[in-house]
């Protein structure tokens, strides 16, 4: 993965917070309750985060949101 396709101009902090959260939590509700976010609006944010990067970040389940082997390298840039 290149780092610059990666962390282009279109992707905002907000987008990373959310990341890093959903990452961090482990659920959606869980990351959108740390955020003092809606889980709509939590999910609109990572559904565009995965658009603008052109990979899936996280399987999403019954069980909570894990990190696709793409999204374990992106948290690796997103929390320097």
Not at 15 to 23: M, R, S, Y
Not at 25 to 46: D, I, M, W
Not at 52 to 68: H, I, K, M, S
Request: glycine share 8%; no cysteine.
């Amino acid at each position: 993965m290149e780092k610059n396709i990666l962390f282009n101009q279109r992707i905002r902090l907000r987008h990373l917070h959310t990341f890093v959260a959903v990452a961090q939590q482990g659920t959606l509700g869980r990351a959108a309750e740390t955020l003092s976010l809606s889980q709509p609006a939590l999910s609109k944010t990572l559904n565009e985060l995965e658009e603008l990067t052109g990979v899936r970040l996280f399987e999403r389940g019954r069980l909570g949101a894990q990190l696709t082997t793409m999204g374990e390298q992106f948290l690796t840039h997103a929390v320097r």
